[in-house]
């Protein structure tokens, strides 16, 4: 078994701690324990999962036994912000260490909770994995709205960013489009490749980007590549994803890429926008 250097813990230590963990389970006291009296790195994810489970809402509690490294905390769980920042400050006063309130949005699983605590106890840099941004994070971030916004929840990566878009049906533009025959328009799968670059541009931390981008002032300049493999209606879901090529100020360029139940419906080798940063 891996350990940390052995670190003491006193008596009235021990007390603090058993009274601080004391709406926890006893697994998960005995756990904290043994990290803070022989520094083991085996108990914290007992620990961790532990101290989610004692601010969980009582109907919601047996899900922890069930839970994967992918169960989402606000989703599945129900933990809102202000819970959250309680579960952080209870792993930090039982594992003595600190964690910065900017590095709490990016906890949005279980997994990501345990890799991030685990690293930090560690001591060595924590993984970057994709960004899970949800539908009210894309709309504020946003020029377009709907009905004209065609983005739902993002993944941001690196270099690259993913979304999907249900067709409802209830568009207002599928009423002519064409008549008793509702097909979703070419033209707006490239739109919504280009808002998906857009929402990339304004969010993510690319070393292109020297600033923040101002998401009033990112413009189509060009799209070259285009083809389109198969025609999409209500019901179908359009599953989108862009990988950035090349960024320079004041110009970046995409290749896009639309699929649907796994067929490929829509290329664009290249999208260019123009932006600027915020003043």
Same mark, same amino acid.
Do not use: W
């Given at each position: 078994?891996? !350990?940390? !250097?052995?670190?003491?813990? !006193?008596?009235?230590? =021990?007390?603090?701690?058993?009274?601080?963990l004391k709406r926890c389970s006893q697994e998960t006291v005995d756990a904290?324990?043994? @990290?803070?009296?022989?520094?083991? @790195? *085996?108990?914290?994810?007992?620990?961790?999962? &532990?101290?989610? =489970?004692?601010?969980? *809402?009582? *109907?919601?509690r047996d899900k922890i036994k069930d839970c994967t490294e992918e169960?989402?905390?606000?989703?599945?769980?129900?933990i809102d912000s202000l819970t959250m920042v309680e579960t952080v400050m209870l792993v930090e006063e039982t594992l003595n260490i600190s964690i910065p309130n900017e590095d709490l949005r990016e906890l949005r699983t279980v997994g990501d909770?345990? !890799?991030?605590?685990?690293?930090?106890?560690? &001591?060595?840099?924590?993984? $970057?994995?994709?960004? $899970?941004?949800?539908?009210?994070?894309?709309?504020?971030?946003?020029?377009?709205? +709907?009905?004209f916004l065609f983005l739902r929840e993002v993944t941001l990566s690196e270099n690259e960013a993913e979304a999907s878009y249900r067709i409802s049906g209830s568009e207002f533009f599928l009423e002519g489009h064409f008549k +008793?025959?509702?097909?979703?328009? &070419?033209? #707006?799968?490239?739109?919504? #490749?280009g808002q998906l670059a857009v929402f990339y541009l304004v969010k993510s931390d690319h070393a292109g980007l020297e600033g923040n981008v101002d998401?009033?002032?990112? #413009?189509?300049?060009?799209?070259?590549?285009?083809?389109?493999?198969r025609i999409c209606r209500p019901d179908d879901t359009l599953d989108m994803k862009i990988k950035v090529k090349r960024i320079r100020a004041p110009l970046a360029t995409f290749e896009g890429s639309i699929s649907c139940n796994g067929e490929r419906v829509a290329i664009a080798e290249e999208i260019t926008l123009a932006f600027a940063f915020e003043e």
């Open positions: 078994m891996e !350990t940390k !250097t052995s670190s003491s813990l !006193t008596l009235n230590e =021990e007390k603090d701690l058993r009274e601080s904290a324990i043994a @990290y803070r009296k022989y520094g083991e @790195y *085996e108990p914290v994810p007992t620990i961790v999962v &532990g101290i989610i =489970e004692r601010y969980l *809402e009582p *109907e919601v169960t989402r905390l606000y989703e599945d769980f129900g909770v345990k !890799t991030f605590i685990d690293c930090k106890i560690r &001591g060595i840099p924590v993984p $970057r994995k994709p960004r $899970r941004i949800p539908v009210e994070e894309v709309a504020a971030a946003m020029p377009h709205q +709907d009905p +008793d025959d509702p097909v979703f328009p &070419g033209s #707006l799968m490239l739109e919504a #490749l998401h009033k002032k990112v #413009l189509a300049n060009s799209c070259d590549g285009i083809r389109f493999h």
